[in-house]
């Protein structure tokens, strides 16, 4: 009978690590797939479809169901959607070169965490003696959640990419005022001269500091230069805010943390989507029409 043997699979984990080595910041998880396509050669079998997942090839949804060993075993992380490999992860790829090894240390691991668990977690690791129709089954079932939730998160995020700029920086404006801030003033379109909202902790600005706010709705990262223009208008006794929907580069995120005389925080793209869905309670009505999402409830099983 066809399938997928455990060491080719411990082969197709280790593409993905490749793919994931390259990109230290990480990458979506249909990426990671789609390059390791790239230098992959898969069999009739592999890319075949499951009965009941026919969006993906068994090697892709194989591949993401044994990613849940790497997140267990400490090796990865998946936030929104998007891999990315830790110290541990690059330490085992290259202290496991052989697929074998690589594949059985990696459910070791996740047989460690599993029976440290408290309470009960439905098995969801396919052993060589299952029926291939189960195994296939589990396979799909337990990538559902995922591939939603990365779904999800890329219409969001392509929502607010499109946004009008100004209706971003409302956005961020009201999701100030949710976390209980008073906005006194938000930038009207023109020059900003490098501020975009102004906030304080009380109503009349009478005590606390001063809260300035940056918003850059684009794809590229802010750079350390771009972050010290931002600085060169805080005072002494500000609190800085910079959002930027791309990120920050490393030199950014260096420049914010080695700040000794500014005090200063970075918020991508998903920080500020947590932020909203942590906070949407608090928003008012047409706030919250502004973003509008519905939760969605999914069985939580297969250890994911």
Request: proline residues 10%; glycine residues 4%.
């Given at each position: 009978m066809p399938g997928i043997t455990n060491r080719r699979q411990g082969e197709l984990l280790r593409a993905a690590f490749d793919v994931l080595i390259k990109h230290p910041e990480g990458l979506p998880g249909r990426e990671v797939l789609a390059q390791m396509a790239q230098s992959v050669e898969f069999n009739e079998y592999e890319l075949g479809h499951y009965a009941s997942s026919p969006d993906e090839p068994r090697a892709f949804k194989a591949t993401r169901f044994w990613t849940v060993n790497c997140v267990k075993a400490g090796w990865m992380t998946k936030s929104k959607g998007t891999w990315q490999l830790t110290d541990a992860g690059r330490e085992a790829y290259a202290r496991f070169p052989d697929p074998g090894d690589f594949i059985r240390e990696s459910s070791r691991l996740y047989?460690?965490?599993?029976?440290?668990?408290?309470?009960?977690?439905?098995?969801?690791?396919?052993?060589?003696?299952?029926d291939e129709e189960a195994i296939e089954e589990r396979e799909a079932a337990s990538t559902t959640l995922e591939e939603a939730t990365e779904r999800a998160w890329l219409q969001v995020q392509d929502y607010l990419m499109a946004m009008d700029a100004y209706d971003f920086q409302d956005l961020v404006a009201a999701l100030l005022r949710a976390m209980g801030y008073h906005v006194y003033w938000v930038s009207p379109p023109g020059p900003d001269r490098g501020l975009d909202i102004l906030a304080f902790t009380d109503p009349l600005g009478a005590t606390g500091p001063r809260i300035k706010v940056q918003v850059k709705r684009r794809q590229e990262k802010t750079t350390a230069d771009g972050l010290r223009s931002f600085m060169a208008i805080l005072g002494p006794q500000d609190v800085g805010i910079y959002l930027s929907a791309g990120g920050f580069t490393t030199d950014a995120e260096r420049e914010a943390r080695g700040q000794e005389n500014r005090r200063i925080t970075l918020i991508d793209l998903e920080r500020f989507f947590d932020l909203w869905v942590e906070h949407s309670d608090r928003l008012t009505e047409p706030d919250r029409a502004r973003l509008p999402l519905k939760p969605v409830q999914f069985l939580a099983i297969h250890g994911n």
């Open positions: 047989s460690e965490w599993r029976a440290a668990r408290p309470e009960k977690v439905a098995e969801s690791q396919p052993s060589g003696t299952s």
